[in-house]
């Protein structure tokens, strides 16, 4: 099996008024160092292994349904797991 | 003229919709249930506002992936009318039926209220009743509405003409003020503004209905009066 974790994100040139909020919820809690804030989305995939290409399944996966390309990018970690 | 109203788990504007088409500008519809794998009898397509599947993911993402927005496409593809308000519209975006993405509004609260909108375009299948830079009032409700899209994507909409309604006092963030575009081919409409909630003086405007009343004056030049 294998553990797939995808982190989504809004695109660098689109304003994130969430991550904007919290940015100034950070500072009146005095933490006046936070330059940024981004909020995404994290999900786990767990697959079965087969004759695939992991890479093509999950660039696939991402750039059709969990991520919007027009504003967000996404990322992943693959992990090997044995089955329970 | 027979318009379906498609009905996602989450739609809560499909009411509305039928009742404007059937009640208010009496024309032929029908409820669709999203699993459904044909729409040929149908000659426009109406996706209304709410929630479809919880919006879970993102507003409209869940939606694509259903029996039904095949058929829409193919209907959409055949030149036939396809009308999305709200919820609507985040799924004509999210099927890539329209271009661009829709954020959170920037205020980050759910705005509903009157709106004035501009007609930017009278040269639509939606818009012939209006009159070119008309301010009409509609409602909206909505959170995430702020549209999105690139300079690019931007710069070929105002070529086509495809950018139909603005706000005149744009109140999510979009993107020169867009309310409501349409495909480069003009029959796929998407707007966040509710013209189904403004077909009657009851409802504070009955700006809306001329929209309605547009599609089915075009079908009729097309269909009818060629025959």
């Known amino acids: 099996m294998y553990k797939v974790k995808v982190y989504v994100t809004l695109r660098e040139s689109v304003l994130d008024p969430q991550g904007k909020a919290v940015m100034s919820s950070l500072h009146k809690m005095g933490q006046s160092e936070v330059e940024d804030v981004r909020i995404g989305k994290y999900l786990e995939l767990t697959l079965q292994k087969g004759d695939y290409d992991l890479d093509e399944k999950i660039v696939n996966m991402c750039s059709k349904l969990l991520s919007n390309p027009v504003i967000e990018d996404y990322r992943y970690e693959v992990e090997e797991v044995v089955a329970q | ?144 509405g702020n549209y999105y899209c690139d300079q690019n994507t931007l710069q070929q909409l105002k070529a086509n003409n495809q950018i139909v309604f603005t706000y005149k006092n744009n109140p999510n963030g979009s993107v020169e003020n867009i309310a409501g575009i349409t495909n480069e081919e003009g029959n796929v409409l998407g707007m966040m503004p509710h013209p189904e909630r403004a077909v009657d003086e009851l409802l504070g405007s009955k700006d809306g209905l001329k929209l309605f009343q547009s599609i089915v004056k075009s079908w009729r030049e097309r269909y009818v009066a060629a025959t």
């Open chain 2, 1 to 144: 003229m027979k318009f379906a109203v498609i009905v996602f788990p989450g739609s809560n504007c499909d009411t509305d919709m039928y009742h404007a088409v059937k009640d208010e500008l009496g024309a032929e519809v029908e409820y669709v249930w999203h699993d459904a794998t044909n729409l040929n009898q149908f000659d426009g397509i109406l996706l209304p506002g709410g929630f479809s599947y919880g919006d879970y993911l993102r507003s409209g993402a869940i939606a694509q992936f259903s029996n039904v927005m095949t058929e829409v496409v193919k209907t959409a593809n055949e030149g036939k009318p396809v009308l999305g308000v709200c919820n609507g519209f985040q799924i004509l975006l999210e099927t890539g039926l329209l271009p661009g993405a829709m954020r959170r509004n920037e205020s980050l609260k759910f705005i509903c209220q009157p709106e004035e909108l501009v007609v930017e375009n009278t040269s639509t299948i939606f818009t012939t009743q209006y009159e070119k830079g008309e301010v009409i009032s509609v409602p909206v409700a909505h959170g995430e």
